[in-house]
């Protein structure tokens, strides 16, 4: 379970990771969380955590939270655990409202489907 959503105070648990997270419109907040996390729980606790400074970004559910991390979104089971990140030092990943995700490679499969015309010629 998330361990806090307020600025660290003091030192953190060697099993705690810090994260901030940045919204659309560059506001951030910085959370905690337990490497056993999951982008689900992480989405779930900052919903019910809603921070006092994005009350005007609020979202009607938890369920259309996502995580970016370097680049990619994370799907629902991905714990921080499982992204091997430093505990301790903060990681800053992006939270975005949407309501579905690309399935994992697709972006491979859109680029195969878009190149399905043929590439021969005819000699006369």
Request: with cysteine.
């Amino acid at each position: 379970m998330p361990v806090s959503s307020k600025p660290s105070e003091g030192r953190l648990m060697p099993q705690q990771v810090p994260v901030r997270l940045i919204l659309v419109s560059g506001k951030t907040q910085d959370f905690t969380f337990s490497p056993n996390d999951s982008a689900t729980d992480i989405a779930k606790h900052v919903f019910d955590n809603w921070p006092a400074g994005w009350e005007d970004e609020k979202v009607s559910s938890s369920s259309i939270l996502r995580l970016i991390f370097q680049g990619r979104f994370l799907h629902g089971n991905v714990t921080l655990g499982a992204l091997k990140l430093p505990p301790g030092r903060t990681t800053v990943m992006h939270l975005v409202a949407r309501e579905t995700l690309p399935e994992p490679n697709s972006h491979g499969q859109r680029n195969r489907e878009k190149t399905t015309e043929s590439n021969c010629c005819l000699l006369l």
